[in-house]
């Protein structure tokens, strides 16, 4: 199914091939409603009292408060995109994707065993930067998650 509505839209064998399923996850769509269920009304209804339009409770009172909740967003979309294989939309050699190159040079027997190993390091160092730059964030809310009202 996911191919032909990837064939329609002309996106076969391209790079948004890879992007656009990557953009809207479920699970951090769920991440999301859920975190911003958590903030207190009555936070909002301040925030109405002082004067503030939806633009402004939005992006001053609401966006702060979700910046965990972002930061683990972006923590998994990156590694849900940096391991996407995508074998299935893209047949062009230089369209091809990291881990599908990695896979057939594991898949290609001994010969080319060290280069999918070094290959394998390689593609730890990004997503353990992004963990590294989002973690602080994250570890910080945690601290404060046992704040009542």
Not at 30 to 40: D, H, V, Y
Request: aromatic share 8%; charged share 10%.
């Amino acid at each position: 199914m996911q191919y032909i509505v990837m064939a329609k839209l002309h996106l076969i064998d391209r790079y948004w091939a890879l992007i656009l399923p990557a953009v809207a996850s479920p699970m951090c769509l769920f991440l999301m409603r859920q975190s911003m269920a958590t903030i207190p009304d009555a936070m909002i209804e301040a925030a109405k009292v002082d004067g503030a339009n939806l633009f402004t409770i939005c992006w001053r009172i609401v966006m702060p408060n979700q910046k965990p909740a972002l930061m683990t967003m972006i923590i998994f979309a990156f590694q849900a995109a940096w391991n996407i294989q995508g074998g299935t939309f893209v047949y062009r050699e230089s369209l091809k994707t990291l881990p599908t190159v990695v896979q057939q040079a594991a898949s290609a027997g001994l010969a080319r065993a060290g280069v999918a190993m070094a290959a394998a390091v390689f593609m730890l160092v990004p997503p353990i930067v992004i963990f590294m730059l989002a973690q602080r964030n994250v570890i910080e809310t945690m601290a404060h998650s046992g704040i009542k009202e």
